[in-house]
T-cell receptor, first 112, second 113 residues
């Protein structure tokens, strides 16, 4: 049973527009969430995180929104750049989990 | 800090052979994780250690897989005997523990022919 779901395997966006990546989770005990970015032939790298006590966290072009009632979080990238093309993983942790649970990833393609 | 170091970067082996993947975590990180990435399952946790002790190995697919962490600066993931379905990218990650995230290595791409 997947506790963290990224239902869109891929997303294509025009350069300069907004990219919105979505993630749903089932365990209400998760108390922190993270987004990782992965380029081909590299390991995932940490991008941004949010605690369950917040509903928004912003870092430059990247903003993560958390809707606890819907058990949903999203990553907004504005404006999108071709260098943002990568696979984005959503992850959740806390509660009884001693480790992060990752979604399957969404491949973002930003076209010039 | 050089980050999490994994070796080898690529490994091609014949079915039935033993394969050993190596990982050096970031100094001071007390948790170490082994993940496998495949198209079907995404990032799949195999096993993790806290303070060199295995905490959860429920993700290890079969008895053919084993992992050790003899000290705080080194871990191995061994597959014996290897099979073609083990072909994947294997990542090691380390962490200071919640709520900190993980730092991943560059991965080992394993191909079993």
């Amino acid at each position: 049973d997947q506790q963290v779901k990224q239902n869109s395997p891929s997303l294509s966006v025009q350069e300069g527009r907004i990219s919105i990546l979505n993630c749903d989770y089932t365990n209400s005990m998760f108390d922190y969430f993270l987004w990782y970015k992965k380029y081909p032939a590299e390991g995932p790298t940490f991008l941004i995180s949010i605690s369950s006590i917040k509903d928004k966290n912003e870092d430059g072009r990247f903003t993560v929104f958390l809707n606890k009632s819907a058990k949903h979080l999203s990553l907004h990238i504005v404006p999108s750049q071709p260098g943002d093309s990568a696979v984005y993983f959503c992850a959740a942790g806390g509660g009884s989990q001693g480790n992060l649970i990752f979604g399957k990833g969404t491949k973002l393609s930003v076209k010039p | 800090d050089a980050g999490v170091i994994q070796s080898p970067r690529h490994e091609v082996t014949e079915m039935g052979q033993e394969v050993t993947l190596r990982c050096k975590p970031i100094s001071g990180h007390n948790s170490l994780f082994w993940y496998r990435q495949t198209m079907m399952r995404g990032l799949e946790l195999l096993i993790y250690f806290n303070n060199n002790v295995p905490i959860d190995d429920s993700g290890m697919p079969e008895d053919r897989f084993s992992a050790k962490m003899p000290n705080a600066s080194f871990s191995t993931l061994k597959i014996q005997p290897s099979e073609p379905r083990d072909s994947a990218v294997y990542f090691c990650a380390s962490s200071q523990g919640p709520p900190y995230g993980y730092t991943f290595g560059s991965g080992t791409r394993l191909t079993v022919v």
